[in-house]
């Protein structure tokens, strides 16, 4: 295995090699999920848990490479130019994403195991097989909108992350999780329409989908402007942007735990993962405009009206499914801050919420699933004894709802910083008063989760089931993470500016 990685990595540090990685990152899930359906699901498990350490390797090795040579990493497959053939590469926003998705989904494969038991020797069941192609499913997909290039492929990978999101929301078959996912479906196939009507009106005029050779053609003209409304609005709806919200909530709290954090913390950042892409690398000139300033109010609602809503839930779960909808708001802050002096605080700040977010909020549904586990429910109110009964997994919870909060030095308050200097920077000051609010409100709504935490035990109180002390240290590391992206910035910065269009600089 050491011999593998050190290839790997030798592979990467070549001047002018490496571009081969690109495609091992999306095969390799790919080649996953087909040995689990051709060997007739008895090793479902056994298959994903292998394929995170090669997987891992690969990513590491895309890091490596375009860490140390400071540029990006660009594989133009069967030797083809776009726009006859695909390109896939590789910036530092591209690497933050591959790096991070592939930590959460070994923390997913590695929590899942004991919700879907399967006794010695038989095959897996329909639920435990389903929940393992489809992991290894988003996996692939992820992978590929971090490294495409091209807007119809990206489109596709699109559509494979909705079909395999789609059936994690109603993987245990209730009532309400058919209706949850149903409602994920319409909003996700509107989102694809849109966005797919966009693209088309794109390639109509300018002949081309690739990123690159599209940035250097598009005009700000109404064909672009027009283009850029419709695919943001499609995956508006796919990042549940409010009030595109109404599917998240009741899909993300019904799902099991393992599938409520990849969903909450990566499936919806794909998406939106696309929409920087096209507003910053395709069409860079509608940031801080009117259209910007928009997005930047169905932001503000989501961060206001979701956080109000989260006060309000009496169940651990969706607490932290209002909460998902109310944070995703903060990201969509970005479009209208993003010019002047602020631009490139902005667009680190933004990056900063994605990451540390992502892991703050798959430690809190991984940690929700013990405590469900545990107490036989989630009600808020009847919480007590956790604390005493989950130690670990409790300062898990606090350390992410802290970053969530922004209390530094977490990568949350990284973020919230960034985002605060860019509209001190550029004068935009409602947006300063958004951004407090919501934090306060962040605040109201995990002091709530908390408390009922802490709470002292009933002497009567004894937990339904074992702990599993693996799961316990499992959530935590993903909480620490979420801590030390905030206590190391820099290497976050820097990797973000690697590979970029143009340097991260103010715009008019």
Known sequence: MMHTLHSLLET????????????????????????????????????????????????????????????????????????????????????????????????????????????????????????WVMLLAIWASL???????????????????????????????KKGTVMAGLRYLLFALMGSMLYLLGTALLYSHYGTMDLTRLAAAVNRDWVVALSVALMTVGLMAKTALFP????????????????????????????????????FDLAPAFTGTPGAQAVGVLGAGAVLICGVLAVRQTRLKLLIAYSTAAQIGYLFLIFPLAKGAGFERALSGGVFHILSHGFAKASMFMTAGMIVAACGHDRLAELRGVMKTMPVATIAFVLAALSLVGVPPTGGFIAKGQLLSSAVLSAQWPWVVVILAGGLLTGAYMFRALSSCISPAPLSFQPLAPVSRIR?????????????????????????????PAPLEARP
């Open 12 to 131: 990467a540090s070549r001047p002018h090699g490496g571009g081969d990685l690109l495609v091992l990152a999306i095969l390799l899930p790919i080649v996953a999920l087909l040995l689990i359906v051709l060997t007739g699901g008895r090793f479902g498990r056994a298959i994903t848990l292998a394929s995170l350490v090669p997987g891992l390797f690969i990513t590491g090795a895309i890091a490596h490479r375009v860490w140390t040579t400071r540029t990006a990493l660009v594989e133009r497959v069967g030797g083809w130019e776009p726009p006859l053939g695909l390109m896939l590469r590789a910036d530092g926003l591209s690497v933050l994403m591959l790096v991070t998705t592939a930590l959460l989904v070994a923390a997913v494969a590695l929590y899942a195991p004991r919700d879907f038991r399967v006794p010695a020797g038989a095959p897996e069941t329909r639920t435990s097989l389903v929940f």
């Open 143 to 173: 992978n590929s909108i971090f490294l495409g290039h091209d807007l119809f492929n990206l489109y596709v990978a699109l559509e494979l992350i909705a079909f395999a999101a789609i059936p994690l929301v109603y993987l245990e078959g």
């Open 244 to 279: 595109m919200h109404l599917w998240l909530p009741p899909a993300h709290s019904g799902a099991t735990p393992a599938a409520s954090a990849l969903l909450s913390a990566l499936v919806v950042k794909g998406s939106f993962f696309l929409i920087l892409r096209i507003w």
């Open 472 to 500: 316990e240290w499992l959530v935590l590391a993903l909480a620490v993470i979420a801590l030390w992206i905030g206590m190391f910035p820099g290497v976050t910065t820097r990797t973000l500016e690697i590979g970029r």
